[in-house]
Protein backbone atom coordinates (compact mmCIF):
# COMPACT_ATOMS: atom_id res chain seq x y z
CA UNK A 1 0.00 0.00 0.00
CA UNK A 2 3.16 2.12 0.90
CA UNK A 3 3.75 1.96 -3.12
CA UNK A 4 0.58 2.57 -4.18
CA UNK A 5 0.45 5.59 -2.21
CA UNK A 6 3.70 6.79 -3.93
CA UNK A 7 2.80 6.17 -7.09
CA UNK A 8 -0.89 7.52 -6.87
CA UNK A 9 0.26 10.39 -4.64
CA UNK A 10 -2.42 10.42 -2.30
CA UNK A 11 -2.93 9.18 1.47
CA UNK A 12 -3.91 5.71 1.73
CA UNK A 13 -5.15 4.46 5.29
CA UNK A 14 -5.75 0.58 5.94
CA UNK A 15 -7.80 -0.12 9.14
CA UNK A 16 -7.33 -2.90 11.15
CA UNK A 17 -10.69 -3.29 12.72
CA UNK A 18 -11.50 -5.52 15.60
CA UNK A 19 -12.32 -9.38 14.96
CA UNK A 20 -15.55 -11.66 16.40
CA UNK A 21 -16.09 -13.01 18.93
CA UNK A 22 -13.46 -10.99 21.09
CA UNK A 23 -15.17 -8.08 19.76
CA UNK A 24 -19.24 -8.81 19.05
CA UNK A 25 -21.02 -6.82 16.16
CA UNK A 26 -20.96 -3.69 15.93
CA UNK A 27 -17.59 -3.21 17.04
CA UNK A 28 -15.80 -3.02 13.47
CA UNK A 29 -18.16 -0.79 12.05
CA UNK A 30 -17.47 1.48 15.22
CA UNK A 31 -13.87 1.77 14.84
CA UNK A 32 -14.08 2.08 11.04
CA UNK A 33 -16.61 5.13 11.17
CA UNK A 34 -14.23 6.92 14.31
CA UNK A 35 -11.57 6.30 11.89
CA UNK A 36 -13.45 7.92 9.08
CA UNK A 37 -14.88 11.03 11.03
CA UNK A 38 -11.33 11.69 12.14
CA UNK A 39 -10.13 11.49 8.70
CA UNK A 40 -13.03 14.24 8.09
CA UNK A 41 -11.62 16.12 10.56
CA UNK A 42 -8.18 16.22 10.57
CA UNK A 43 -7.41 15.45 6.49
CA UNK A 44 -4.73 17.96 6.86
CA UNK A 45 -2.57 15.91 9.02
CA UNK A 46 -2.45 13.10 6.21
CA UNK A 47 -1.63 15.29 3.37
CA UNK A 48 -5.42 15.69 2.25
CA UNK A 49 -8.09 17.80 1.74
CA UNK A 50 -10.86 15.26 2.72
CA UNK A 51 -12.87 16.08 -0.70
CA UNK A 52 -13.08 13.11 -2.10
CA UNK A 53 -12.66 10.06 0.00
CA UNK A 54 -12.97 6.42 -1.75
CA UNK A 55 -13.67 3.91 0.50
CA UNK A 56 -12.32 0.23 -0.86
CA UNK A 57 -13.50 -3.10 0.97
CA UNK A 58 -13.53 -6.47 -0.04
CA UNK A 59 -15.62 -9.46 1.93
CA UNK A 60 -16.52 -8.47 5.09
CA UNK A 61 -14.61 -4.68 4.08
CA UNK A 62 -17.23 -4.07 1.71
CA UNK A 63 -19.89 -4.98 4.21
CA UNK A 64 -18.57 -2.82 6.99
CA UNK A 65 -17.71 0.23 4.34
CA UNK A 66 -21.23 -0.41 3.59
CA UNK A 67 -22.03 -0.13 7.11
CA UNK A 68 -20.24 2.88 7.63
CA UNK A 69 -22.00 4.64 4.90
CA UNK A 70 -24.97 3.70 6.00
CA UNK A 71 -24.07 5.27 9.40
CA UNK A 72 -23.21 8.48 7.87
CA UNK A 73 -26.49 9.28 6.42
CA UNK A 74 -28.46 8.41 9.62
CA UNK A 75 -26.01 10.59 11.39
CA UNK A 76 -26.04 13.42 8.71
CA UNK A 77 -22.40 13.14 8.02
CA UNK A 78 -20.92 13.57 4.75
CA UNK A 79 -20.73 10.51 2.71
CA UNK A 80 -17.47 9.37 0.66
CA UNK A 81 -17.17 10.71 -2.29
CA UNK A 82 -17.00 7.04 -3.92
CA UNK A 83 -16.93 3.38 -2.61
CA UNK A 84 -15.86 0.45 -4.08
CA UNK A 85 -17.05 -3.09 -2.56
CA UNK A 86 -15.81 -6.24 -3.68
CA UNK A 87 -17.25 -9.79 -3.41
CA UNK A 88 -19.80 -8.14 -0.26
CA UNK A 89 -21.98 -10.60 1.45
CA UNK A 90 -25.17 -8.07 1.64
CA UNK A 91 -28.20 -10.58 2.25
CA UNK A 92 -27.29 -12.70 5.48
CA UNK A 93 -30.49 -14.23 6.47
CA UNK A 94 -31.93 -17.38 5.81
CA UNK A 95 -33.60 -17.01 2.61
CA UNK A 96 -33.83 -19.99 0.66
CA UNK A 97 -32.24 -19.43 -2.85
CA UNK A 98 -30.18 -21.54 -5.72
CA UNK A 99 -27.00 -20.02 -4.19
CA UNK A 100 -27.43 -20.68 -0.81
CA UNK A 101 -28.37 -24.39 -2.01
CA UNK A 102 -24.91 -25.00 -3.83
CA UNK A 103 -23.87 -24.33 -0.07
CA UNK A 104 -24.37 -28.05 0.80
CA UNK A 105 -22.09 -29.41 -1.58
CA UNK A 106 -19.27 -26.29 -1.97
CA UNK A 107 -15.79 -28.05 -1.53
CA UNK A 108 -14.26 -25.12 -0.16
CA UNK A 109 -16.94 -22.98 2.18
CA UNK A 110 -18.84 -25.98 3.91
CA UNK A 111 -22.47 -25.31 4.57
CA UNK A 112 -21.53 -25.54 8.49
CA UNK A 113 -18.83 -22.93 8.51
CA UNK A 114 -21.30 -20.56 6.72
CA UNK A 115 -24.04 -21.13 9.05
CA UNK A 116 -21.52 -20.16 12.09
CA UNK A 117 -20.52 -17.33 10.06
CA UNK A 118 -24.33 -16.22 9.67
CA UNK A 119 -25.01 -16.89 13.37
CA UNK A 120 -22.47 -14.42 14.51
CA UNK A 121 -23.31 -11.59 12.87
CA UNK A 122 -27.18 -11.97 11.93
CA UNK A 123 -27.89 -13.83 15.27
CA UNK A 124 -29.41 -11.95 18.07
CA UNK A 125 -27.34 -9.26 19.99
CA UNK A 126 -27.15 -6.44 22.19
CA UNK A 127 -26.54 -3.35 20.00
CA UNK A 128 -24.86 -0.27 21.48
CA UNK A 129 -26.11 3.41 20.82
CA UNK A 130 -23.96 5.76 19.36
CA UNK A 131 -24.89 9.23 19.92
CA UNK A 132 -27.42 10.45 17.27
CA UNK A 133 -26.95 14.39 17.79
CA UNK A 134 -25.40 14.81 14.34
CA UNK A 135 -22.13 15.63 15.68
CA UNK A 136 -18.70 13.90 14.67
CA UNK A 137 -17.65 12.08 17.07
CA UNK A 138 -14.09 12.91 19.03
CA UNK A 139 -11.44 10.43 17.71
Known amino acids: MRDWAAKLDMPILS ?40 MVGDSAGANLNSAVVVKCIEMGIPVPHSMLT ?31 IFKAYAGHFKQRQLKRDGRIPEA
Open 15 to 54: IQYSLTPNAPFPRAIEEIFYVYCWILKSGKLLGTTGEKIL
Open 86 to 116: IYGLFLSNYATMPSRMLGYVDIFLFYTHLDR
